[in-house]
């Protein structure tokens, strides 16, 4: 009996021993992870290569074994040079993206007036035009960082420092995700919000029409 | 006749005198007793002509080309909003076009392509 309620009392222990280890593991863990995805922060304005570098180093605090080394740095110089391209693709696209969300904001500029000439109450267009204003200068900025990013990708000397450039491939990784939400934070707030006040507008101008021609 | 030819080259030998020591005289002025220039007449028609011409052409680029040159706005397109009187108060119509522009902007924007979910991955960059 004793042996059984001990043995009981072990298996329990044993379990909320259990519990409290995977606990333990997965705060940890996770608190892992938050470390590990931590938003890189603004270089500094004006800065060097080494700067930047030292700064991606410190936020990153990439911990590398010898076979991991030994690994990134007979590869390091072919994903330079894949870089090197999509560098270009990455120039398109910024100057693409540039040029498609000003024209969007012209748009709603040029609605935004005409509206008011027909008397009807733009502030809540308004309001949501200086949001997507911000939104879209958030993606520029971001993106101008991640071009900064596979720039100094493209030049460090890997081989000599395998720590830094895995520190800079996470950033910019890190800026890549980034640039996805925010893309897709934009376009949702285009579709759910600026166009479905539109449509509002749209419906409040047609109804002050329809009493005009009644009177 | 002797006479006459030695009196006529003496003539030519002075007016050729003439000449050289008054430019005057080569410019067009008649030479008494001398051959008149004959190039100076055409020539003078030819400048006036050539002036009358290039002020001709700028007349007509100042005209014509004045509405048509590189710093005139372009003509308002059918589609454009704004009239040649100004920004017109919006119509439902309007409303509707400027949301269905946007959305054909936002519609040549693709995440996918632009920024495809494992562009940086380990198998992308090669590492």
Sequence with gaps: MR?????????????????IIALFVLIVGAGGIVVAQTAPKKP??????????AQRKSERKVQL????????????????????ALQQVTSRVADNRAAVYDQIDGKLWVTIGRLKLAEVDTFSLQRQRSTLEQ??????????????????????????????????????????????AR???????????????????Q????????????? | MDDDNLQNQQQSGD????????????????????????????????????????????????????????NAPDAPSPSDPISPNGPQPAQPLDVEQSSNAI??????????????????SDDNLDL
């Design chain 2, 103 to 120: 959305s054909e902007d936002l519609g040549s924007l693709n995440d996918d392509v632009d920024l495809p979910r494992d562009q940086l």
């Design chain 1, 135 to 180: 939104k879209v200068e958030g993606f520029n900025t971001v993106m101008q960082y991640h071009r900064q990013t596979l720039d100094d990708i493209a030049v460090i000397n890997c081989q000599a420092d395998v720590v830094g450039f895995r520190a800079l491939v996470d950033t910019a990784r890190i800026y890549h995700k980034d640039l996805r």
């Design chain 1, 44 to 53: 500094p304005a004006g800065g060097t290569f080494e700067n930047r570098l």
């Design chain 1, 203 to 215: 419906d409040k101008l047609a109804y002050v029409e329809t009493l005009q021609g009644e009177a």
């Design chain 2, 15 to 70: 007016s050729q005198a003439y000449s050289q020591q008054n430019p005057s005289a080569q410019s067009g002025q008649p030479v008494i007793g001398g051959k008149p220039p004959k190039k100076t007449m055409p020539f003078l028609i030819g400048v006036i002509v050539v002036g009358v011409l290039i002020i001709g052409i700028f007349l007509f680029a100042a005209l014509s080309g004045g509405d048509s040159g590189p």
């Design chain 1, 65 to 84: 074994d010898d076979k991991e080394q030994r690994r990134l740095s007979s590869r390091c110089t072919r994903t330079q040079q894949e870089v090197r």
């Design chain 1, 3 to 19: 042996r059984a309620g001990y043995g009981k009392i072990g298996l329990k222990m044993t379990k909320t021993t259990q519990i």
């Design chain 1, 183 to 201: 893309s897709a934070d934009i376009r949702t707030y285009i579709i759910d919000q600026i166009k479905q006040n539109l449509s509002n507008l």
